[in-house]
């Protein structure tokens, strides 16, 4: 059984910092694009950014480049969102899924498998 468990959210000010943590179980986890996700409330889901299988390739989403950095560690089946100069238009839900990708790019929607139960991060003075 495939789980994705995020952690590390919470209650930041703005222009704080935080690093969300989601630790996978069940598949072989080098064997998978990560993206992360955010849906706040309202609003459709979007794309934080995706790392490759093997770490060496990363995409954002415009409202986040040069902000968050997304990385991950195969030996811990763990991927990492870390988020610097937040602002509180990035209180959301945030999720980790899983892609079956070995490719270059993001990868679609469509390919992202498995989903975590998200973690709430709230940015607010």
């Known amino acids: 059984q495939v789980q994705l468990v995020e952690s590390g959210g919470g209650l930041v000010q703005p222009g704080g910092s935080l690093r969300l943590s989601c630790a996978a179980s069940?598949?072989?986890?080098?064997?998978?694009?990560m993206g992360w996700f955010r849906q706040a409330p309202g609003k459709e889901r979007e794309l934080v950014g995706s790392?490759?299988?093997?770490?060496?390739?990363?995409h954002y989403g415009d409202s986040v480049k040069g902000r968050f950095t997304i990385s991950r560690d195969n030996a811990k089946n763990t991927v990492y969102l870390q988020m610097y100069s937040l602002k509180p238009e990035d209180t959301a839900v945030y999720y980790c899924?899983?892609?079956?990708?070995?490719?270059?790019?993001?990868?679609?929607?469509?390919?992202?498998?498995?989903w975590g139960q998200g973690t709430q991060v709230t940015v607010s003075s």
């Open positions: 899924a899983a892609a079956n990708w070995v490719f270059t790019g993001s990868p679609p929607l469509h390919r992202y498998d498995y």
């Open positions: 069940g598949l072989t986890f080098d064997n998978y694009a």
């Open positions: 790392i490759s299988w093997s770490g060496g390739s990363t």
